[in-house]
């Protein structure tokens, strides 16, 4: 297991940065290789609630399934891979207000890979904390209203 850590001082309550993070239908806003994410579980957002997402990975779609194994609202969402190449893996987001106007938001991914994967999870590592720092990056410039960074290939998770 590898765990890559990225945090980031956005200039909004952690009220409005929880609805966006823990909106899995965001997703594709800040996560440009998102190409769809589905709720596969009824009801509002909590432990057990069900997701897959479809991602282009090198010119192929892949999907992962996504499970939340933990919610606090305005405090931590985790989602746990249940299917794809990096099933077992865990994405955690934490808020914590600053003050009453800005928060620190912390995102902690424990990566594992499956399978042939296995291989390749160096590479595989390294080009996710590439991504983790856009993404998180990506999410603070849409939620203080600036354009999105321009941003190159994505691995391996939604």
Known sequence: MVTITESTS???????????????????????????????SEGPLAVGTMFAAAVRYRGRSLVFGARCTAVDPNNEVTWGFTSGPTKGSKDTWRM????????????????????????????????????????????????????????GERFLHP
């Open 10 to 40: 956005i200039d909004r309550p952690v009220e409005e940065v929880w609805r966006f993070v823990s909106d899995p239908g965001n997703t594709p806003k800040w996560y440009q290789g998102t190409l769809e994410v589905r709720q596969r």
């Open 96 to 151: 914590e207000p600053n003050d009453e106007t800005s928060t620190r938001l912390t995102r902690i991914f424990e990566l594992r890979v499956s399978g042939a994967w296995r291989v390749i999870q160096p590479m595989i590592a390294r080009g996710t904390k590439r991504a983790h720092e856009a993404e998180i990056h990506n999410v603070k410039r849409i939620l203080e209203g600036e354009p999105q960074a321009e941003r």
